[in-house]
DNA sequence: ATTTATGCAAACTATTTGCATTGCC
DNA sequence: GGCAATGCAAATAGTTTGCATAAAT
């Protein structure tokens, strides 16, 4: 049976309040500075298992560290080139994630249970910085 | 200026004789059969630089280890969540690439230079195996 | 001759695991 | 009281780096 611990309860306030794709590092960043006493293999154990829990998400882009989010539905992502930023892109903005599923399946003979999608490029604000 | 060694040509015979995105341990293994003198070390600053050189092309995948590709041009990738294996996708059977990057340059004002998508589910393959 | 490439060992980074102790339920 | 969770240290996995030697141009 899984236990309410405060660790994992100020873990999860944490995540919630820096409230956008952060690493496990960001997050034990976070704790540390209200809460010195929690170790960082909390920090990795809790993550993991909120998201099994589906309190949180995990989230795995394509040659990054592992990121948490407090964001539960499927949905895309961008990232900056310039500043790493993560930012969410809905995926319906885009595309049509079911139609993109099915070509697959019938095209390749796949069985796809769902895709995953990561745009690179560089966000408003560099492409400000960069343009002065 | 570049060196054409032995080694470097030997990985790259090796790629070739995979042909379908081998890890770097993959390709070093194939190379090591054959030539056990070849350290791992070389078969990772080859494969790198080959792909600097553009010989090759550097896959990462999400929460995957490097892998490396014969295939230059720019595809999607379905992975099997059984077996493992990673096959391609021709974008073009599947979306309308240039019009998905579109989309997200106007609805979210990002510059946009590419995109990458990973399928995941279950190849004809293990389908097939897990039927019977 | 010069200077890149190789191979070894060691460093490094992100993450996981073993284990004794703590503390929810 | 029992068993999950914590914290420490150590292990692991993949990859990179420092350095002396070898070899391609």
Redesign the interface.
Known sequence: MKRNTVQRQIILEAIRKLNSHPTVDEVYEEVHKLHPSISKVTVYRDLYQLADNHDIQRV????ELARYDTRLDHHYH?K??VCGAI?D?NAD???DEAA??K??EQ??????????????????DC?KKLST
């Open positions: 795995i882009l394509p040659g961008f900056c080139k930012f892109i903005d885009v595309a993109m599923d070509k697959v095209k390749y003979g796949f069985k796809v249970d769902k895709h995953d999608v990561t745009f690179l490029g560089i966000c408003p492409q």
